[in-house]
């Protein structure tokens, strides 16, 4: 079977020479979504993202729009809390590697994400916080903000709009649980990142306890393609439920792992295909659809939508799309244990 064609959106600027820079970004329609952004009315593009379909990437799949329409917008003037956008770029789950090569190969894509996003939600603040081994990234997204700064599209009455944004780009110390949005919260307030009780919820209550927005680098690197080719468009591709495209990060035993942008719903079937099929032609045995995190599949599942919906009713979860694949050779209670040997105290799991 052949893979449904897509035109890449996300990966699209990535083999372009210097694809992080600001300049080839603008060449190839960088902030022209920014623009068109700062004519609208923010709840125009609350309303823009909700009708796209657009759901979460950090691997829970929570419908955007409606998170960004939780903030409450009634209260403004002296006294009244901030709004902020924190990014989660902490990208733990075992197996996930789309968020970190997004920030490399196309940093800025995520920079006009967050100012239409902060534009939308009335935020004045955005923190990108990365996982603080991510040296590269972390260096990289810094230079993307410096550039963004120079340019007019961060600081002070962006492009004449009269709305103000800063970014800073937040060092994490390397915790698996910090992915997790309220704990990232805490780590980002100075603490050790430990979950919160919810509710609250960080729509009325996230960052020093004001509303704030958590969301996923690729989440939100979606958001300038949306405004740039309506939520139609975006719906054009993926399912009904589960609309768009998304990045596929393929490893294991196959010919060529690797990123793999396409519409949400392809198969592992389709995925495959792309990545050369099975390294040596060895047999698949099992398979994560969505990280360590996700439920197994066998070669049974090959035909599974890897939409929310599919991966979930086949009895696992879509969850980072972080599709390992492993052949006839590897034993499943090793594999499992060796995931369990990622667990941040890794003493805690040895014989006593
Ligand atoms: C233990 C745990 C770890 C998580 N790690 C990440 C992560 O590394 N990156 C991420 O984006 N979301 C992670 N999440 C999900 C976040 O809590 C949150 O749902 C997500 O950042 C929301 O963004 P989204 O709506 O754009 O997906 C994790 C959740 C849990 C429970």
Known sequence: MTP????????????????WSIDTYEQLEGYQALRTA?????????????????????????????????IPQGATGPGA????????????EPGTCKDIPTMMADPHSLIEGCIITSFAIRANFCAIYIRGEALHPIRRV???????????????????SGFDLDIVVHAGAGAYICGEETAL????????????????????????????????????????AIVQGGSDWFRSMGTEKSPGPKIYSVSGHVERPGQYEAPLGITLRQLLEMAG?????????????????????????????????????????????????????????????????QHPRPELLRPR
Do not use: C
């Not at 805490?186 to 960052?207: I, Y």
């Not at 040596?280 to 939409?307: M, N, Q, R």
């Not at 799309?321 to 995931?339: D, G, I, K, L, Y």
């Open 185 to 224: 919260l805490d780590s980002l307030e100075g603490r050790r990142g430990q979950p919160r009780l919810k509710p609250p919820f960080p729509a009325t209550s996230g960052l020093y306890a004001s509303p704030t927005v958590v969301n996923n680098v690729e989440t939100i690197a979606s958001v300038p």
């Open 277 to 341: 099929g099975m390294k040596d032609g060895i047999p698949l045995k099992f398979w994560t659809p969505g990280g360590s995190s996700t439920p197994l599949f066998t070669a049974e599942h090959l035909d599974v939508p890897l939409d929310f919906e599919g991966a979930a009713a086949a009895g696992s979860m879509l969850g980072t799309t972080a599709v390992q694949v492993f052949n006839e050779t590897v034993s499943v209670p090793w594999a499992v244990a060796r995931h369990l040997r």
């Open 4 to 19: 449904d064609p897509l035109t890449p959106v996300l990966t699209r600027r990535w083999q372009s020479p210097r694809s």
């Open 142 to 160: 810094r230079r993307a903000v410096e550039e963004a700064y120079a340019k007019g599209y961060l600081g002070k009455d962006i492009l004449g």
């Open 38 to 70: 700062l004519t609208a009315h923010p709840d125009q593009l609350i309303q823009l993202v909700k009708d796209s379909g657009l759901r979460g990437r950090g691997g829970a799949g929570f419908p955007t729009g409606m998170k960004w329409s939780f």
């Open 81 to 92: 809390k901030p709004k902020y956008l924190v990014i989660n770029a902490d990208e733990g």
